[in-house]
């Protein structure tokens, strides 16, 4: 008789969130995900919602699809796809981690391109703000595409 052994699914295995999203800011290979001042340690994180746009052009190449793999959260071929719960994960991680301060929350209307702000923190993170920084601005173009490649291979390296 073979009888097969049941196997425990292995627990997800604990990623420290810092050094794994610094490194990905740092990688730009997910559209959007840039830093937006290295010197200040702040990047941001195009947030849009599902039911008030349209299809991603990203597809299922986000850093919401990249954390839930990386957490075993999600098993690509194995779990059902669900992208809410990818995003919902990564914002608790990071509203939970002492290495990471919200800045900026997006506009609250409907922007054509919804994005947060964080400041990659030494310390324990200080109250919100409610306002990007000054030197910043977001949005689509020809002249954005090239500061956000200048951006990216300006990354800090800490």
């Not at 001042?37 to 702040?42: F, I, M, T, V």
Request: aromatic share 10%.
């Amino acid at each position: 008789m073979n009888q097969s052994i049941p196997v425990a699914p292995t627990p997800p295995r604990r990623v420290r969130l810092k050094p794994w999203l610094v490194a990905q800011v740092n990688s730009c290979q997910y559209p959007g995900l840039q830093w937006v001042n290295g010197e200040k340690k702040l990047f941001c994180i195009p947030w849009r919602h599902a039911t008030r746009h349209g299809p991603s052009q990203d597809g299922d190449n986000t850093i919401f699809k990249a954390w839930a793999k990386e957490t075993g959260k999600y098993t690509e071929g194995v779990d059902e796809a669900d992208p809410a719960k990818w995003k919902a994960n990564l914002r608790c991680a990071l509203n939970k981690s002492r290495d990471f301060r919200l800045i900026y929350d997006g506009p609250r209307d409907m922007p054509p391109q919804p994005y947060k702000i964080y400041e990659v923190c030494s310390n324990g993170p200080a109250p919100t703000d409610s306002q990007p920084p000054e030197d910043y601005s977001f949005g689509a173009g020809e002249e954005e595409e090239e500061e956000e490649e200048m951006q990216c291979s300006l990354a800090p390296t800490w």
